[in-house]
């Protein structure tokens, strides 16, 4: 059963998040979040993410219905508690919170600390986005997998970056990526599938270029490390990241890293200038940018978004592809909550057409 | 005559500054902004911009001594007109505002309109680390000559961006970056050395890959495209630059651009952590990193910033060195302001001692 349309996978989420105890608005929310980052093509940051989160809740080291406090305050800045609740809901009113006082001081940063993973930022930066404003996350991703350029040992996160700006055509520039060479959700896949991976993505535990994605990930530890993107560039942005994260956001750094630790940042276009004279320009530059020359075997020049919301488009029409092993996995957890998977589409059909 | 100590270049920028017209204050600062630069190892940033600036100022191009004003303000930002006087005086006066404005809201954010160059970006974060703030700088540098992934036309700046860290270890971690594979400043020391530059670095302007720095620059004009760096992240994050520097700042985008359009941001610290908490926990993320484990054949881990202020340590013996041609091209201005170079450092041997 593997393709599968938004609708039903997003009551699924639903149905699955209410039975572990979750109330329905924080539900709706982390479904939408999920389904949606299947939707632009982050299948690391989909529905995959229900099997940890439902594992981590009936744990107890996720809690669900928790409040979000604020912990410090000034009048451009803040620090949330998360409260080690769903990460999503505290990274929404983060993102709220910032854009609350960009209104009235042209900017705002809140951290949130006590996190939990928020899955994919594009979400946030785009809430930014949508109410006009430049959204900036900046945010370390527990995990510490990727090395040091020129190390071998992993020390910093993933350790992504989102920005989103605000355009006329009726989708925001969406910049969202990870400072590694790749996600290590993508090792994950390959390994699943039994694949190689691509050189230069990986080293083994010797420090040795790998091809092999069992030298990354002995189960569920990193027993190898992910390189940087772009070399040392790259590895200082993941350290700069891992800093802001780890200590200013207080998720811990490196080998102590513990959830996510996200830095939201909202910036009011209309301190700096008219909005609509702003939009223009910059709708005016991405068609300059469109229209420039291609290499060869390139169609289109994509700025940074673009594949996701042509994956979008493509995957409302079409479905979304999930796995095997993530659909059996999501089945056995339901099964771990009484809920027959099966048995739920077929009475929800119509419900959901 | 090619080796030079860093007191005699200063005197060397800062006599042929005030010749051309500048105040001593800001002749001083921007003789120290480019000698610190050559000091770091950045030479394409030191004293050979100061030839730029000269004949940009004798056209009035740059404007000496003009104000810095303010076009806009809220409580946490402002938009500064740098009113095409040097941008190093802009850039310093917008960095200082950004981090009064910190002091009070937590965040302070600041643009400057009409900038011409402001030299190395690092010279500005670290104004912000100093006082104990994290030092955020993106901007978009004229110059239109890096291509987007997938593209052949130069469409962005080498766009770079700085972050700079306070710690307890007496220097802050400075991350000091273009988004462009290299700097334009390093393909055009190759063409005047007649060296072939290595593959990867440019394309020409067929958008074929060429090792050839002639492919490039032809006089001051680009007619090839340097690459972004880190493939299709480093092309999106050169974009976000262009369209923040650009349209946001103001220094108009792509073929538009014309000079910096810088937007400095520092964040207090304090707003969110205790001071000393931070320093404490930076400086044992640090140590632990650079304790890891290390790639065959290195000897080090270096973090960013680390091998600029080594170069610093190491200039400062044993001098900084100036191409004949840059040297040739120093004397040549300087003979257009009735200074002769010779003389004046024959003269001030003693007090340059």
Redo the contacts between chains.
């Keep these: 059963m593997p393709l599968f349309n938004e609708i039903e996978l997003r009551a699924i989420c639903l149905h699955i998040l209410e039975a572990v105890g979750v109330n329905s608005e924080d539900a709706e929310f982390v479904s939408n979040s999920l389904i949606e980052a299947n939707l632009m093509g982050h299948d690391s940051h989909g529905i995959l993410k229900l099997i940890n989160y439902v594992r981590s809740m009936k744990k107890g080291v996720t809690r669900s219905n928790v409040k979000v406090k604020v912990l ?1 305050e ?4 803040a ?1 949330l508690d998360g409260n080690w609740g769903l990460g999503q809901i505290a990274a929404k009113n983060a993102m709220e919170l910032a854009i609350q006082k960009a209104k ?6 809140v ?1 949130v600390a006590h996190c939990n993973h928020i899955g994919r930022l594009g979400e946030y930066s785009t809430i930014a986005a949508e109410k006009d404003m ?1 959204g900036i996350i900046l945010i370390n991703s527990a995990g510490n997998n990727v090395a ?6 992993p ?1 910093y996160g993933t350790n992504p970056l989102s ?1 989103a ?1 605000p355009t006329g055509l009726g989708k925001p ?1 969406l ?1 969202d ?1 990870a400072t590694s060479i790749v996600a290590g959700g993508k090792v994950r896949i390959a390994k699943t599938r039994g694949e190689k991976i691509p050189e230069g993505w990986i080293i083994d535990r010797q ?1 040795h270029p790998s091809t092999n994605p069992d030298d990354l990930y002995d189960d569920e530890k990193c027993i190898g490390a992910l390189l940087p ?6 590895s ?2 993941g ?2 990241l ?3 994260g ?5 998720a811990g ?3 102590k890293s513990k959830g996510n630790g996200p830095l939201m ?1 909202a ?3 209309e ?3 008219p909005l609509n004279d ?1 939009k223009k ?2 709708d005016s ?1 991405i068609m ?2 469109k229209n ?5 075997g ?1 169609n ?5 978004g673009e594949l996701e919301f042509k994956t979008k488009e493509k995957r409302r029409k079409e479905g979304i592809f999930i796995e095997d092993s993530v659909w059996n996995q999501i089945k056995e957890i339901s099964k771990g909550l009484n809920i027959d998977l099966e048995i739920f589409l077929k009475e929800n059909k119509n419900l959901l057409k």
């Design positions: 410090r000034t009048s451009s800045t620090v009235v001081n042209g900017i705002g940063a951290a430049i040091p350029y020129g190390g071998i040992d020390m920005i700006i520039i910049l990526m420090g993107f772009g070399g040392y560039k790259g200082g942005l350290l700069v891992e800093i802001i780890g200590v200013l956001v207080g750094c490196g080998p940042i910036l009011n276009i301190s700096f200038m702003f320009q910059v530059f300059t940018v420039s020359r291609k290499k060869e390139v289109e020049i994509l700025l940074a």
